[in-house]
């Protein structure tokens, strides 16, 4: 039984295409993925031009649906690593950005293991924290409010005691 090789993909992520370029490190071989912003969609098309011969590697940058595209994936044995932008190493004087050389880059500093992954929270954590955001926001709107009442109020001369 041979060994497979192993296929770093690095993956862009937006709202109307997921770019992803897959890169075997030993090789050089390097080859360009698109296909819709689907999760299904993806799974498929990476098993399709890699689950036979090589084993997936995937990262792609933390956005807003990071963390479930990331589970997704690991749901159907594919390996996959969220990086946060901030510890992607930036080249000086590099200025084009496409979602093509984004994930092109990715792949290849991912393959070159660069990249530093995330913690990727459970589905019961990232609950907790949407909420707890939600309630700060809130009270922050809040307080904003009654800030703008009581301006207005003293704008108009009424006493207006909390």
Same mark, same amino acid.
């Given at each position: 039984?041979?060994?497979?090789?192993?296929?770093?993909?690095?993956?862009?992520?937006?709202?109307?295409?997921?770019?992803?370029?897959?890169?075997?490190?030993?090789?050089?071989?390097?080859?360009?993925?698109?296909?819709?912003?689907?999760?299904?969609?993806?799974?498929?098309?990476?098993?399709?031009?890699?689950?036979?011969?090589?084993?997936?590697?995937?990262?792609?940058?933390?956005?807003?649906?990071?963390?479930?595209?990331?589970?997704?994936?690991?749901?159907?044995?594919?390996?996959? *690593?969220?990086?946060?932008?901030?510890?992607?190493? #930036?080249?000086?004087?590099?200025?084009? /950005? +496409?979602?093509? @050389?984004? &994930?092109?880059?990715?792949?290849?500093?991912?393959?070159?293991?660069?990249?530093?992954?995330?913690?990727?929270?459970?589905?019961?954590?990232?609950?907790?924290? *949407?909420?707890?955001?939600?309630?700060?926001?809130? #009270?922050?709107?809040?307080?904003?409010? /009654? +800030?703008?009442? @009581?301006? &207005?109020?003293?704008?108009?001369?009424?006493?207006?005691?909390?």
């Amino acid at each position: 039984m041979s060994v497979k090789k192993i296929v770093n993909v690095g993956l862009d992520v937006d709202n109307t295409a997921f770019n992803g370029t897959g890169l075997v490190l030993e090789t050089g071989e390097c080859l360009e993925i698109k296909c819709k912003p689907d999760h299904d969609v993806l799974r498929k098309k990476l098993n399709e031009l890699f689950k036979d011969q090589y084993t997936i590697r995937l990262c792609c940058e933390s956005c807003y649906i990071g963390y479930s595209l990331c589970r997704f994936l690991r749901k159907h044995g594919i390996h996959c *690593d969220v990086i946060a932008p901030s510890l992607i190493p #930036v080249k000086t004087g590099t200025r084009v /950005k +496409t979602d093509r @050389l984004d &994930a092109a880059k990715l792949a290849e500093y991912y393959a070159k293991s660069l990249l530093t992954p995330i913690y990727i929270p459970d589905e019961t954590d990232e609950e907790v924290r *949407d909420i707890l955001r939600s309630r700060n926001f809130l #009270v922050r709107q809040r307080k904003m409010l /009654k +800030t703008h009442i @009581l301006s &207005a109020c003293k704008r108009y001369d009424i006493s207006f005691q909390d």
